[in-house]
């Protein structure tokens, strides 16, 4: 018998993993979501397969072993794959425009409360001056893609981020420390303890 749809706790982290790094793929009929993070946060990954894995086939994250580099025979990261389900399949609609990843306006506002910012904090966020100021590593989309997101953060949450360019290629989104006690008050609840070093210093 088919799953039900993710609840809404599940498809709102889902959402915050794939604005993050999470990647979707299509099968015959349906979207399945991949997850994967480097060696060093395992326990994350295992905390978001733990969450997902009643849509998931195996009965735990795999690693990828390169042959070859400086951590030949060692874990380079850890992964897991969902099946295909139409809650991804909704997810996809929000995100790819002919396959490809896209920013449009609505993800942060219609999609993402404070769970989902830390679930994005906790794949994407690193803290900076005095653990005060956040920065989100998005540069993976343009300039004008963060600026929607940036917008919208602040629109939602009351933060002024702004976008800043990164190592003069990139983009990405500075909160800067002004906004350290309203991040610390939303994010706190839902960090798991791995990660209690992104919550801002108050």
């Not at 060692?74 to 295909?84: A, E, I, R």
């Not at 396959?99 to 219609?110: A, C, N």
């Not at 343009?142 to 290629?169: M, Y």
């Amino acid at each position: 018998m088919a799953l039900p749809a993710l609840p809404n706790k599940l498809m709102e982290i889902a959402i915050a993993m794939v604005l993050s790094d999470a990647g979707l793929f299509w099968t015959s009929k349906e979207v399945g979501m991949k997850i994967e993070q480097g060696y060093a946060q395992k326990a994350f990954v295992d905390h978001l397969f733990d969450l997902f894995k009643e849509y998931c086939f195996g009965i735990s994250p795999q690693a990828y072993i390169p042959n070859k580099g400086v951590r030949k025979g060692l874990p380079k990261s850890y992964w897991f794959k969902t099946f295909s389900h139409f809650s991804f399949t909704f997810i996809w609609n929000l995100f790819y425009v002919n396959g490809v990843k896209v920013i449009r306006p609505g993800i942060v506002k219609d999609h993402i409360n404070a769970l989902g910012l830390a679930y994005w904090i906790m794949s994407d966020g690193s803290l900076q001056k005095g653990h005060k100021e956040m920065i989100l590593h998005s540069q993976s989309f343009t300039k004008e893609e963060n600026v929607i997101l940036s917008n919208e953060l602040n629109e939602k949450f009351g933060f002024s981020s702004t976008v800043i360019p990164h190592k003069d290629i990139y983009w990405v989104i500075k909160l800067p420390s002004s906004d350290a006690v309203l991040l610390h008050k939303l994010i706190s609840p839902h960090m798991i303890p791995y990660f209690k070093y992104k919550v801002p210093v108050v």
